[in-house]
């Protein structure tokens, strides 16, 4: 069973920074897709970003582009999701999810998925 855990949430504020990593208990995590999802409170789940296995090709939601980066090391089992110029509008528990299949930008079209870990932006 593979398993994620996700840690570098916290308080922040707004204009800040945060670097969200997402430690996998399998090796075979350097074959899967990565992607981060976040869910504020009584809103759905949504997508934020994603990576191939070999971080070449990445995806982002319209909202986060030019200040969220995905990355992953593979040799760490590690993924990542560098957060710049916060907004308060960030604020929600974020999730990393992996699968073998490739890319997705859907809930549905991941496997393996962490408890995540909440970041709060203040205006």
């Known amino acids: 069973q593979v398993q994620l855990v996700e840690s570098g949430g916290g308080l922040v504020q707004a204009g800040g920074s945060l670097r969200l990593s997402c430690a996998v208990s399998?090796?075979?995590?350097?074959?899967?897709?990565m992607g981060w999802f976040r869910q504020a409170p009584g809103k759905e789940r949504e997508f934020v970003a994603t990576i191939t296995w070999n971080g070449v090709i990445v995806y982002y939601v319209d909202s986060v582009k030019g200040r969220f980066t995905i990355s992953r090391d593979n040799a760490e089992n590690t993924g990542y999701l560098q957060m710049n110029s916060l907004k308060p509008e960030d604020t929600a528990v974020y999730y990393c999810?992996?699968?073998?299949?490739?890319?997705?930008?859907?809930?549905?079209?991941?496997?393996?998925w962490g408890r995540g870990t909440q970041v709060t932006v203040s205006s």
């Open positions: 399998e090796r075979t995590f350097r074959n899967y897709a």
């Open positions: 999810a992996a699968d073998p299949s490739g890319l997705g930008f859907r809930v549905e079209r991941y496997t393996y």
